[in-house]
């Protein structure tokens, strides 16, 4: 109550010096809402941490002298990007070795495949035929000294020889007719399947080093920041040993521990106001992401997980893993309770404060603005809960209200509902 008298007075005073100067300026457009009268959950305030929704402590699948080490903590990095890289020289060269060796299985399989060449097949004709002639030459001589030896014309010595000229050339015309059958037929569908088998074996060699070599460079799995580094360039790590830790803040959760007969009350995918005390100019909502079914059996606490979309600018994610947040869960039965637009908050000062319009007795839609700190409650939708000198069907000023001060005069350009859509704040509400 002091610290609402002490601001009261404080825009006050601030009113007095700036009064002259608005008065010349006219009065402000603004867009107003109702205060409304409804029947909302009593809440509570539970205290917790900010978590990140993503944590990976990443280690290396394989053992390895470090040669890089690109990133720090703090760094931001992208799904896939190096986070170290470790020495392969060794393995690359060995992957050299079969590739080579997988290019010559590939070659030898495909002259298989391809089968006998035309000038192959013409060449083993023109043996087949050459045989052919001998061996039919050989055969016609044979039967001229046969009829010579029969009269006595020619010894037994010159007759063995022809015979046996003549069976060796008909069976050099045998070989030659086989292998020119086998030239035409190609290579036998065996050594067809015997090659691919040894290229695939040749393969899964090259697989396999290319797979280590894939190892040897340790990648982040997702989106997110460097917070803790476990190793640097020049240290060995062995085969799961850890190198980084990387949290992604895109999305945060705020972990509460809730009593047990509070509990029954929190629902999944409700609405839930969060404060962060290190952003005091802002309100988060977020949604009850999950309920762990499981109780601190000490405490009989269960942990309560909301979650909330992150900010992320040029200098880091607003909401940053660790940091104190206070979430106003819903513990007990309805209540009649005043709800105002989010829009309608004003922060960044001692105490949440509205602006309600005092209507002016005498000029329609005009009037003054009236500053009234608050206590917020509960959220729901896009209305929230307030507490202080405020009444059902005043209406409060949702749009135009950041560069509103106390005593200003305002002009009401348009009544909206109380839960209408942002349209244009200086303050985010949303987180």
């Known amino acids: 109550m002091r610290l609402a008298t002490s601001f009261v007075a404080s825009v006050c005073v601030c009113a007095l010096s700036s009064g002259q100067l ?5 009065p402000a457009a603004v867009a107003v809402a109702e205060i409304i009268k409804r029947e ?7 205290v917790g941490t900010v978590l990140p929704i993503k944590r990976s402590v990443i280690g290396s699948a394989v053992g390895g002298r470090v040669a890089e080490f690109p990133v720090n903590e703090g760094d931001f990095v992208r799904a896939k990007q190096p986070l170290a890289q470790l020495l392969t020289n060794t393995i690359n060269l060995e992957l050299d070795a079969e590739k080579a060796e997988l290019a010559l299985r590939k070659h030898e399989l495909a002259e298989l ?34 009829s010579l030896y029969a009269r006595k014309a020619v010894n037994e010595d010159d007759i063995q020889q022809v015979v046996s000229e003549s069976i060796r050339s008909e069976e050099l015309y045998q070989e030659a007719l086989a292998a020119y059958a086998l030239t035409v037929e190609g290579p036998r569908k065996e050594k067809i399947a015997q090659a691919k088998s040894q290229v695939a074996i040749q393969q899964a060699i090259v697989d396999k080093l290319e797979s280590q070599i894939v190892k040897h460079t340790i990648k982040s799995p997702f989106d997110g920041y460097v917070v803790a580094e476990h190793t640097e360039v020049g240290q060995w790590v062995n085969s799961g040993e850890l190198v980084a830790e990387v949290i992604a803040l895109d999305e945060v959760d705020v972990e509460v ?4 007969n509070h509990v029954p009350h929190v629902k999944l995918g409700m609405e839930v106001r969060v404060e962060v005390p290190a952003i005091p100019d802002q309100v988060f909502t ?11 059996v000490r405490a ?7 979650r909330i979309k992150n900010t992320i600018t040029k200098d880091g994610p607003l909401l940053k893993s660790g940091m104190l947040a206070r979430a106003v869960l819903p513990t007990g039965p309805k209540q009649n309770a005043l709800l105002v637009s989010k829009d309608a908050l004003v922060l960044g000062g001692p105490t949440p404060m509205i602006y309600v319009v005092d209507p002016s007795p005498d000029k329609k839609n005009q009037g003054k603005a009236r500053a009234v700190p608050v206590q917020v409650g509960v959220a729901n939708g896009r209305l929230i809960q307030v507490k ?4 059902p069907g005043e209406h409060v000023v949702i749009r135009g209200n950041e560069r509103l ?21 200086a303050i985010n509400i949303d987180g």
């Open 300 to 306: 009989r606490t269960f942990p309560v997980k909301v």
């Open 388 to 391: 202080g000198n405020l009444k």
């Open 40 to 46: 909302t959950a009593s809440g509570q305030m539970f």
């Open 113 to 146: 495949e391809n089968g006998s060449r035309p000038d192959e097949i013409k060449r083993a004709k023109a043996l087949m035929q050459a045989a052919k002639a001998d061996s039919e030459y050989q055969q016609k001589r044979r039967k001229r000294l046969e």
């Open 405 to 425: 001060r106390p005593g200003q005069d305002v002009a009401i350009t348009e009544i909206l509902s109380p839960d209408a859509l942002p349209k244009a704040k």
């Open 286 to 296: 977020g949604t009850v992401a999950l309920i762990v079914p499981q109780a601190d």
């Open 22 to 26: 608005m008065a010349q300026r006219g």
């Open 257 to 260: 521990q809730v009593l047990e």
